[in-house]
């Protein structure tokens, strides 16, 4: 009885070993971070140029790209495009704002709003005078509340239009900045 534990004991471990060799063999190409490998080591981002009607989005945007680019650690970001091996051009092309529910009381109102907005992204590199890309776009969408969820009491419950799409500007700023980086840092 001894001797078929001690087989069993051994078949386990023999087994065992060889899964862990395994595991092992299959973690030897596993590489940190992103693998592919960019055209350009530094960059220039041009401040954003708005050809929408998106208020007051352009710094907000710009911030949010720069950041995304500086998270990814593969490219150096540069303040002089002479000194850059690329340059990134973002131009806000299409900002659109639809009711999406009408208040119970007044059809006419609305209650909340889809704001979209639409990105083009156009990578040049100056040293040999062509572009990466030319024409790139990306969109993001978000919900704008007329309903004041932090109002206190005595205070109106409902904001604006104005408020309410002021409010909304961040969240599409961050995710437009996040797609124009993941746009530009990704395989192409």
């Known amino acids: 009885m001894t001797a078929l534990k001690h087989k069993l004991h051994r078949s386990a471990l023999c087994l065992l070993a060889t899964l862990l060799c395994c595991g092992l063999a299959a973690c030897k190409s596993y590489q940190l971070g992103h693998p592919a490998a960019l055209p350009f080591a530094s960059i220039y981002i041009e401040p954003v140029k708005n050809d929408s009607f998106a208020p007051q989005i352009q710094t907000l945007l710009s911030a949010q790209v720069r950041e995304a680019v500086l998270r990814d650690g593969r490219v ?27 208040r119970q009381d007044d059809t006419e109102r609305a209650q909340t709003f ?17 572009f990466y890309f030319q024409g790139r776009q990306v969109a993001a969408r978000t919900t704008g509340y007329l309903n004041n969820p932090y109002a206190t009491v005595g205070a109106p419950a409902t904001q604006g239009l104005i408020q309410s799409e002021f409010n909304a500007m961040p969240r599409l700023a961050r995710e437009l900045g996040q797609k124009a980086a993941n746009e530009l840092l990704s395989t192409w």
Do not use: F, G, H
């Not at 150096?76 to 529910?101: E, H, K, N």
């Not at 889809?114 to 062509?130: A, F």
């Open 76 to 102: 150096q970001l540069v303040a002089d495009p002479q000194q850059a091996d690329a340059v990134l051009q973002l131009t806000l092309t299409d900002y659109d704002r639809l009711a999406s529910a009408r």
């Open 114 to 130: 889809d704001l979209s907005l639409r990105l083009q992204l156009d990578l040049y590199d100056p040293l040999n005078d062509s």
